[in-house]
């Protein structure tokens, strides 16, 4: 069996959700697993021992947080050597058309910017959490919600993550270090 490093940014904590549930569906197929989010694994990053990388980020106000991209841009040659997945999670890939990496902008501008080319991709939605934002946040939120067609009731989280969709992705690390 496998051992998979899984890296992590979550600002709410819905990658944190997602990554867990893939980490569960790599234990449970036998494999080994280390969980860590990129601020705790920035300073200390190394492949060694790990038969593959998984990364997730969510998107906020239209970009990868600068901590994921620095991130990347540091260790891009060490997550080329072995198999490596990366899954982004924003608010877009609710909607049908905008939940493939080929489809979603912010999965279209990560293949361009960064130098890192994952041999896996994938995009999830997140969950709009009203009840962690801060006023301001939840302001912006609401209103890029009105125009998206997306939910504005600030009383109101709402989870858009498709879950069969989060366990295919699981199937295909599973298949991605032979």
Request: hydrophobic share 40%.
């Amino acid at each position: 069996m496998a051992r998979y490093l899984m890296a992590f940014h979550s600002r709410e904590g819905q990658t944190f959700k997602i990554t867990n549930r893939l980490a569960e569906r790599l234990l449970a197929r036998g494999h080994e697993v280390e969980l860590v989010s990129i601020p705790e694994l920035a300073a200390t990053f190394s492949i060694a021992g790990y038969d593959g990388i998984v990364i997730g980020a969510s998107v906020r106000y239209g970009h990868f947080s600068q901590l994921f991209y620095q991130f990347i841009q540091r260790h891009h040659h060490a997550l080329a050597s072995v198999p490596s997945a990366f899954f982004g999670v924003n608010l877009t890939a609710r909607k049908a058309d905008k939940n493939t990496p080929e489809t979603n902008a912010y999965m279209r501008k990560f293949a361009v910017k960064s130098p890192w080319h994952p041999t896996v991709q994938g995009v999830f939605a997140g969950a709009c959490v009203y009840s962690k934002y801060r006023w301001y946040d939840k302001a912006i939120i609401r209103l890029i919600m009105k125009m998206t067609k997306g939910p504005t009731d600030p009383s109101q989280d709402v989870e858009f993550t498709d879950w069969q969709a989060v366990d295919s992705f699981a199937g295909q690390l599973n298949k991605m270090v032979g």
